[in-house]
């Protein structure tokens, strides 16, 4: 009598949160070993900050990377908030830190009335890489146009990417900002997003998800 052969998938739970004034997307990663990764860490106010410290402790989350899909100072305005309660540094592509202003240059050519501290980004990701966390792994895709070194992070297993501001709900990022650049943002969309399966899920920067095929179908820029 031959054994049957179980695989057992790996449950990623997402907490998404919605913070400062540009309505951010910040993704909360984790699977059921209680390991997790934050996505781009954008809570500037202090209740934004418990919020998501208060979520991590109930749920007992023990954070293991804090990504970064770029740079944009919208999407890092929590990350020395981060490095300062649970001391991890942000992780991000090298042309970010290369090509982009500092968090605050950002902020003051923005007309932004803050302060925001530079926390320096420690490990450079790649495309391809594999962030690893508890028994789960998110596959890093370089997607650039909206800023130069844009990511955005697949897990294949469940069906998922966060893909930052790369692509939207019927529309992409906006490319007149440092490093955009149009033609090479629809062809990284095309290359990199549009040809992962149909039904994967888009969890975007800012807005609702959406699914690829949706995209296909939909999306006028594209």
């Known amino acids: 009598m031959k ?5 057992r998938t790996i449950m990623i739970h997402i907490k998404p949160f919605e913070f400062n004034y540009f ?3 910040t993704y909360l990663v984790y699977d059921d070993t209680k390991e997790g990764v934050l996505i781009d860490c954008g809570c500037m106010r202090r209740e934004e900050e418990q919020e998501l410290s208060a979520f991590i402790e109930e749920n007992g989350i023990t954070l293991t990377h804090l990504l970064c899909t770029h740079l944009h100072v919208d999407h890092i305005m929590g990350n020395e908030f981060i490095y300062r309660t649970y001391g991890l540094s942000p992780e991000a592509h090298r042309a970010e830190v290369e090509v982009l202003p500092s968090a605050q240059k950002q902020a003051e050519l923005l007309g932004l009335p803050i302060k925001i501290s530079d926390v320096p980004v420690k490990h450079f990701i790649v495309g391809n890489d ?3 966390f508890g028994n789960s792994e998110l596959k890093a895709l370089l997607v650039p146009g909206h800023s130069p070194g844009s990511l955005a992070f697949y897990n294949e297993a469940n069906g998922f990417a966060v893909v930052g501001d790369a692509l939207f709900e019927r529309s992409i990022g906006r ?8 033609d090479v943002l629809v062809a990284a969309i095309r290359d990199k997003l ?3 399966p149909d039904e994967t899920i888009i969890y975007p ?4 998800e959406t699914r690829v095929v949706d995209e296909i179908l939909n999306n006028p820029f594209l």
Do not use: A, Y
Not at 175 to 182: E, F, I, P, R, V
Not at 205 to 208: A, I, R, S, W
């Open 175 to 182: 490319t007149d900002l440092w490093g955009g650049n149009t």
């Open 194 to 196: 549009l040809s992962l």
């Open 23 to 25: 309505s951010v997307n």
């Open 130 to 132: 594999r962030i690893q």
């Open 3 to 7: 054994l049957k052969k179980f695989i």
């Open 205 to 208: 920067g800012h807005g609702p």
